[in-house]
């Protein structure tokens, strides 16, 4: 079975600017999960989604959001870029809602 | 809020060592997870534990969850340059948000 993947691998942005990422789960996985990590607070939760439903939310401001497509592919949006939001975004996968979560390799976000 | 604290936070050991390192947590934990991540890429998941008292080995790799389950311990045989990277504990609650460790860097010395 292909594993996480996560588009793009690296993306540089400026300030004030909005970004989208995706995420395609492993095959048969319904419940995505977002995750910021940098060297200073390390891996924070950011959202869950099951079922094209948000399941769980970590303290982050609005300006994150996300979404999950009936294939079970999930997107995640960042607006008004502040340049604490250099980090790399981690999208994880699991079979149902609670069960191990297995990681795509992240994407690289910087914001100038 | 429930928090996880790892340690060491880095390990410098010589190649052949045993390693060992451990998560503690304030709040009860169902399912405790180690990861390992390699440095531009995700974590990649190396054992799940499900229940208090459970030891679990993955090849040199053996980890234990607590019988309070407030803890998890990663054991790490006979260390080889591959295994340099950070290791990531995780706690996943009644809630079943799940938890981060700041990590374990482990460094091997020539």
């Known amino acids: 079975k292909a594993g996480v993947t996560q588009t793009p691998r690296y993306l540089i942005k400026t300030r004030g600017q909005q970004v989208t990422l995706s995420c395609s789960p492993i095959?048969?996985?319904?419940?995505v999960s977002w995750y910021q990590q940098t060297p200073g607070q390390g891996l924070q939760f950011l959202f869950e989604?099951?079922?094209?439903?948000?399941?769980n939310k970590g303290n982050f401001p609005g300006r994150f959001s996300g979404r999950q497509f009936s294939n079970s592919r999930s997107e995640m949006n960042v607006s008004t870029l502040e340049l604490g939001d250099s980090a790399l975004y981690l999208c994880?996968?699991?079979?149902?809602?609670?069960?191990?979560?297995?990681f795509g390799p992240g994407t690289r976000l910087t914001v100038l | 809020g429930q928090q996880l604290n790892q340690s060491p936070q880095s390990m410098f050991i010589q190649e052949g060592e045993d390693v060992s390192m451990n998560c503690t947590s304030s709040s009860i934990f169902n399912t405790w997870l180690w990861y390992k991540q390699d440095p531009g890429e995700g974590p990649v998941l190396l054992i799940a534990?499900?229940?208090?008292?459970e030891l679990t080995s993955n090849g040199r790799l053996t980890a234990q969850f607590g019988i309070t389950r407030k803890d998890s311990f990663l054991n790490i045989s006979a260390s080889i340059p591959r295994d340099v990277c950070i290791y990531f504990c995780a706690g996943q609650g009644r809630d079943d948000k799940i938890i981060f460790g700041k990590g374990t860097r482990l460094h091997i010395l020539p």
């Open positions: 534990l499900y229940k208090a008292g």
């Open positions: 994880a996968s699991s079979p149902d809602e609670g069960s191990t979560q297995y």
């Open positions: 989604y099951f079922s094209e439903t948000q399941r």
């Open positions: 095959s048969g996985h319904r419940s």
